[in-house]
């Protein structure tokens, strides 16, 4: 699995990608030209301290890499954790991830998203 590390990756993701919303995450969703798939996320201080922050971080990660095979490649994936996240179970989060990447269409098999720029 790899990051999203730079600033810029998320900016141009927030600008450019589409995005999904539930009552625990935000994604934003954009091609990345690449043969696989980056994910970053993002806990703003909003939803607690460092500890809150760290374990919700992990819990969206191990989501994602436990179903990462499932998704189509080539996309940037920005993860934006609400406040309610805080309080989230590894179930809750795992499906509002699973949701939003649904309400995508990022799942193999489904119709490819309008998101893979070939060039």
């Known amino acids: 699995m790899e990051s ?3 600033n810029d990756d998320f900016r141009r993701c927030y600008r450019t990608g589409k ?3 539930n009552r625990l995450l935000v994604l934003y969703v954009c091609g990345n030209g690449l043969e696989r ?3 970053g996320i993002s806990v703003s201080k909003k939803v607690g301290n460092s500890v809150v922050r760290h374990r ?3 819990l969206v990660r191990e989501s994602y890499r436990l179903h990462e095979d499932m998704f ?3 996309l940037d994936m920005a993860v934006v954790a609400r406040t309610r996240a805080a309080d989230a179970s590894y179930h809750e989060i795992e499906s509002a991830l699973l949701h ?3 309400q995508a269409k990022l799942h193999r098999g489904s119709e490819r998203s309008s998101l893979h720029n070939h060039g």
Do not use: F, Q
């Open 4 to 6: 999203l590390k730079k």
């Open 100 to 102: 939003l990447t649904r």
């Open 19 to 21: 995005s999904y919303a």
């Open 56 to 58: 919700v971080t992990r």
């Open 37 to 39: 798939n980056r994910i």
């Open 72 to 74: 189509n490649s080539g």
